[in-house]
RNA sequence: GGUCCCAUCGUCUAGUGGCCUAGGAUAUCGCCCUCUCACGGCGGAGACACGGGUUCGAGUCCCGUUGGGACUACCA
């Protein structure tokens, strides 16, 4: 009973669920990085393992600290939580070295002597030919007295692995593509270790997957071609293979691979975050690109999707991101900015509270008042206006006459809802003085006077309610115009409508 | 070129041999609501890449074709 319990704990421990996002600094966090993160730390949270977050920095050329803020930031702001790290792999370089010199002493891997030019020539031939070019081993028959001479002369050498010979194959069950065979004739013997004595990526990575005991590899499908290989490493090493999912790819309308360089900003997450989307939107967006659940549910809270979440409904083929570049009327996905305005009129407005105080602040337009004693009608106003709104932004911009005095006037809505009907010169100031002159300045309240004028001028409702929108609103839509009124109350409304003459000259 | 992966409306997807005259979402169009614009409601148009099998029956299984993608570095 004794013996079983505590090899059961064992087990448990070896079973611990350990994920990782591991992604190189050298640039600002893209979507498809996001989606990745994001995928893992699902998984970490459903099973109840750790993520850890690993910042694969060995290219130290393209390698910036500004990048690795940039993405730590987007991550915090995704609400992706790690529970280790981050680790830093440029701080493991001799234990990388270390799995590798182990490699040659074992005879899993050897020394290569061949050139960059030589290799290069035989790529060309290769390809003159139409032919594959692997590596041919040249080096992995060299006798040891031959690479003794060859290590006196002084030669440079890289370090290649050496694949088993045979027909064998590497297999392993991918968690989302299934069953993957590769066999030892088609992988060559891949470079580990280069000639100046760095391990390479495929090295590296696998020896810190196995320090950091990562249990599940989830990594995007273009890791797929590489895993025969690490799975090699892993097993010439005497590791423990991880569980590979590989994850479909996001494509770009055109099928290529998004990537910061064609497509700049549009796939930055930084660049969801200042044009004013909700982070738990991209993220809710984001996990639907290539994952779904059987009962096509699309609007998940954070609870309901970490228990939604598995492997098994990740998606084989890839899924486009409909970036829309240079659209007048979408700056992204369609379905994305859907997504992003159902959150916004969906949640509870205490929710979203804070992000629009963040909006206005960043306007100038911020009252403290609005957090104290004018709170809730700051909250009811939120409430009023962002049913028409689709970013963040929109509360600074479409929604700075609810906050603030100094609002431009719209050209169209000037033209088309007063220029267009001369009398409401005299109508709407004659409307702010029977505003002022009003006990309670409600909704009900106001919509009788507005009706009562409305029958003494004898002109149609929509002359004068359009009208005093684009005097209290400067705008040509907006939200029912007798809540408007109430939202801004009688002192706006009144100095709003009697300033309108101005325009009338 | 080689190796591997993939293939349902424009886009995201449901679908694991009969429930599919293929469902939902988004985008698009129309109608309703209406003080405008949204929201909401209702409706329209819109897909199983193609060809062979297997089967009583195929979007679903097999093969081929076509198309797309990834990998193919002394980058990560």
């Not at 293979?241 to 790819?249: C, D, N």
């Amino acid at each position: 009973m004794e013996n079983s319990s505590c090899s059961r704990e064992e087990k448990k421990m070896n079973q611990e669920v350990r994920l990782r996002f591991a992604p190189s600094p050298t640039g600002y966090l893209h979507i498809g990085g996001a989606r990745t993160a994001i995928y893992n730390w699902l998984y970490a949270r459903k099973t109840g393992g750790k993520l850890i977050l690993r910042i694969e920095d060995t290219d130290a050329e393209r390698s910036t600290e500004e990048s690795i803020q940039g993405i730590l930031d987007g991550l915090r702001w995704l609400g992706v939580t790690w529970d280790e790290g981050p680790y830093f792999q440029s701080q493991f370089g001799e234990e990388h070295r270390a799995a590798a010199r182990k490699l040659l002493e074992s005879g899993k891997a050897y020394k290569c002597f061949c050139t960059r030019e030589e290799l290069e020539k035989k790529r060309e031939i290769a390809r003159e030919q139409k032919l594959d070019f692997s590596y041919d081993g040249t080096c992995r028959k060299l006798s040891p007295a031959e690479v003794e001479a060859k290590e006196a002369a002084g030669l440079p050498y890289t370090i290649r692995l050496k694949v088993p010979e045979g027909d064998g194959a590497v297999v392993f069950e991918d968690l989302v593509y299934g069953r993957i065979e590769k066999k030892y004739a088609d992988i060559e013997d891949f470079v580990i270790c280069r000639s100046n004595g760095q391990p390479l990526y495929l090295l590296s990575n696998a020896v810190d997957d196995a320090r950091d005991r990562i249990s599940h590899v989830i990594r995007g499908q273009d890791g797929l071609a590489n895993t025969p290989k690490q799975i090699l490493i892993y097993q010439a090493l005497g590791l423990p293979v991880p569980r590979f999912a590989h994850m479909s790819l996001t494509l770009d309308p055109k099928r290529a691979k998004i990537s910061k360089r064609s497509h700049g900003e549009l796939v930055a997450v930084h660049f969801y975050r200042e044009h004013g989307f909700l982070p738990w939107a991209l993220v809710n967006f984001l996990v639907l690109l290539g994952w779904s659940n059987p009962d096509s549910r699309e609007f998940f809270s954070r609870d309901e999707l970490i228990e939604a979440f598995d492997l098994g409904g990740i998606k084989r083929a890839n899924s486009i991101f409909n970036v829309q570049k240079n659209d007048p009327k979408f700056i992204t996905d369609p379905k994305a900015i859907s997504m992003n305005a159902h959150y916004l009129r969906e949640m509870p407005v205490e929710e979203l509270e804070p992000y629009v105080v963040a909006e206005l602040k960043k306007a100038g337009i911020w009252q403290p008042e609005f957090a104290a004693e004018r709170r809730d009608w700051f909250l009811k106003t939120i409430d009023l206006i962002r049913s028409r709104y689709h970013f963040l932004t929109d509360f600074a911009t479409l929604g700075r006459p609810y906050f603030a005095d100094d609002f431009g006037i719209e050209e169209k809505a000037l033209k088309k809802n007063l220029l267009k009907y001369p009398d409401l010169k005299e109508w709407l100031p004659l409307l702010a003085d029977r505003f002022a002159a009003l006990e309670d300045f409600s909704a009900a309240e106001t919509e009788r006077v507005i009706r009562e004028v409305i029958e003494e001028l004898d002109v149609k409702a929509g002359v004068i309610i359009n009208g005093m929108r684009t005097a209290v609103t400067g705008q040509l839509k907006g939200a029912g115009m007798f809540e408007i009124l109430e939202i801004l109350g009688r002192q706006r409304v009144v100095d709003r409508l009697r300033r309108v003459v101005q325009f009338f000259t």
